[in-house]
């Protein structure tokens, strides 16, 4: 396996779609759709590319049909041929145009998601479309250089784990008194800053304490854009960085988090090829140690329980069971605990995801523990790779609740 | 129009699609698709959701066919009801049984991209599909909501350029010289820093020189970082953050910044709604005032020309030849100077895009021009939206080379 990040260059095994080509009795593959569309991404590597991309592989070439300014997408692209420009013509006719300029006819392959007139373009030349599922199957197992990519995005939620930490460690989890004094002109005259019980019943009650960070109040949505800034900063796409506090697991509120809730810290970045890490955090400012501390046991058995179950030939089914027992051991059964696993890549969440699915070595796995208590939930997932003979985790974030 | 950002809730007049459904005689308008895609984003205001969508409208009813996990889908539908669930029944199929099972029957309408096999499963149930332009004739004009989301996200990227020039004006010009020293041992002795002439020839060679920043080359990758971490502490979506120097327009490349070779940095944030803003900028550290000081005035003027055109009724074609002509005006013709005019939204690049789209009150518009000349590019782009009587900017971010 090389050495660094990025020095190895994303290779497609064109190959296997040529064997999918034979054994069918397929003129070609085709695809059509965004950058975004895995599939696509998978088979040209083009990203940050705008409109409507489609590739073509017969058994002598794979091409790449390209909007107008190809120049991203020409040095990315693995194949042998980046056809530019096409102006107003839709993408699947160009493609359908160019399949019978080069003499070809009858099936081609195309993933169940080709956008219809894209089909409808082929049938009106006489060509049939069947579906495949070649892409997606050779998407499970990753190669070495999806893996270090994988790692290093991995690497950086990471850091923005760290961050989070952080900022909440150097939150003042008394903040409120002083803040709604303030905030709503009771500071006159200066009463005890920190004073627990100086008679101002409603100010007092610790249901309205709440974090202050740097002089504001740390609210869930500050909270996010500190970690997102931190993945942006390690030169990743933050993609959806999910906080939530509580009870309210509402991802687009805007709560102050308040000492002694769970703060849940939902993460999966992207790197700039589109391949996706994955970690959740749970923390707690001045928790009591009650049911949270349980739950953390619970969330942290079950996430190395089933970490321990993986090997290939193993279903996902059996992985989740080991994580739900660990939970049900601990006093969390259904509908109280809940575990998922889940493969992690192009997409957030890919295959492997059917119970049935036998796992391969090289397929990368989201471990995903969640408890619900009376004051929340608590959840932690990892991410690791299927190895020939069991499995390793990927990356390092400790998982303890106190930050 | 409300005074506040985000206060706003997206509504979406789905009477416009029943219009469409009553002038076609059809019975139900149809998507599916993940939440990034335009049309069905616009239509359920679904964000952050994994996996495949749906959307169905009939005269009495919008439904959202959701994954298994759709509180936050749930919250943000402005429709009628949220179908969850459907396990490993394709999303296509799940719509179609659910039309069959409300006794309907005829043409469904749907957007060209609709997935091929959702689109069988429909015809396989007896349903006739039609094509429909009905939502992207809808997404071209902007509503209030939605403008101030753009104004929003663009005031995140004007931060982000204030943020690129900090950088660039910090940065040391001419940190070559120490930096070669110590990375390459040439240092010890020190000899004289920022003495041009001290008899190193190769590292005198100004070509040679680059920006230090904070103790470290500033390199191309870094000020992405910088600016991608301003983005998305601001609450955006970085998305695409490119930044090329000189000669290198390679958007991966990792190269140092050089004084007197122009930066040019591309924005297209988007915000948690979906939409865009753009703005493009080029800085020059240390220039001499030769080619970019004409280009500037050149890129300068046919933004603004091409401001001044912008009216309900005009076709984009006479909005390009204003800035094209300014362009010429001041030497960049053809191929040195282009101008580009685009819709930006839910997507970077959307409608209006046709030389012959005329333009309507509400449509947000890329003013986006670009000169080559011996050292590199030089490019400013600008945000504006179409008024009843003229145009207006949108950002603020000024157009100065200097950082």
Aim: hydrophobic residues 40%; contains cysteine.
């Amino acid at each position: 396996m090389p050495g660094r990040d990025g020095v190895v260059r994303l290779a497609v095994d064109y190959g296997l779609v040529r064997d999918a080509l034979a054994e069918r009795d397929a003129t070609a593959f085709v695809h059509v759709g965004t950058c975004d569309d895995p599939v696509l991404r998978y088979l040209t590597r083009a990203s940050d590319v705008d409109g409507e991309l489609a590739v073509c592989v017969t058994p002598e070439q794979s091409m790449l049909f390209a909007p107008d300014a190809p120049a991203a997408a020409r040095e990315a692209f693995p194949g042998d041929r980046v056809v530019p420009g096409g102006g107003a013509i839709p993408t699947g006719e160009r493609v359908a145009v160019a399949l019978e300029d080069l003499g070809r006819s009858g099936t081609v392959l195309a993933p169940r998601t080709i956008p219809h007139d894209a089909a409808l373009y082929f049938e009106d030349r006489g060509f049939e479309v069947a579906s495949t599922l070649i892409v997606d199957d050779a998407r499970v197992a990753k190669t070495d250089a999806e893996r270090l990519r994988q790692r290093s995005v991995q690497a950086a939620a990471d850091r923005a784990v760290a961050r989070a930490r952080t900022v909440l460690r150097e939150s003042d989890p008394h903040g409120e008194r002083e803040g709604a004094h303030s905030g709503h002109g009771h500071g006159a005259g200066g009463d005890g800053h920190g004073d627990a019980n100086h008679g101002d019943g409603n100010v007092d009650d610790p249901r309205d304490d709440h974090l202050v960070f740097e002089e504001m109040a740390l609210t869930t949505e500050r909270l996010r854009r500190e970690v997102a800034a931190e993945l942006a900063g390690a030169g990743v796409d933050p993609g959806v960085v999910a906080v939530g506090a509580g009870t309210d697991a509402t991802p687009r509120s805007d709560a102050a988090v308040r000492p002694g809730e769970t703060v849940v810290l939902a993460l999966a970045p992207r790197d700039r090829d589109g391949y996706h890490g994955r970690v959740v955090r749970t923390f707690v400012v001045d928790g009591d140690g009650g049911w949270t501390r349980r739950a953390q046991l619970a969330v942290d058995g079950a996430v190395d329980a089933a970490l321990a179950e993986l090997e290939p030939g193993v279903d996902l089914a059996a992985v989740e069971r080991e994580g739900v027992a660990e939970l049900a051991a601990y006093g969390f059964d259904d509908p109280d605990g809940a575990f998922d696993a889940y493969g992690v890549g192009l997409e957030r969440r890919e295959r492997p995801l059917d119970a049935s699915a036998e796992l391969e070595a090289g397929s990368v796995l989201a471990l995903d523990a969640l408890v619900t208590g009376p004051d929340g939930v608590l959840r932690v997932a990892d991410l690791a790779v299927v190895t020939v003979d069991g499995a390793e985790r990927v990356g390092t974030a400790d998982r303890t609740l106190v930050p």
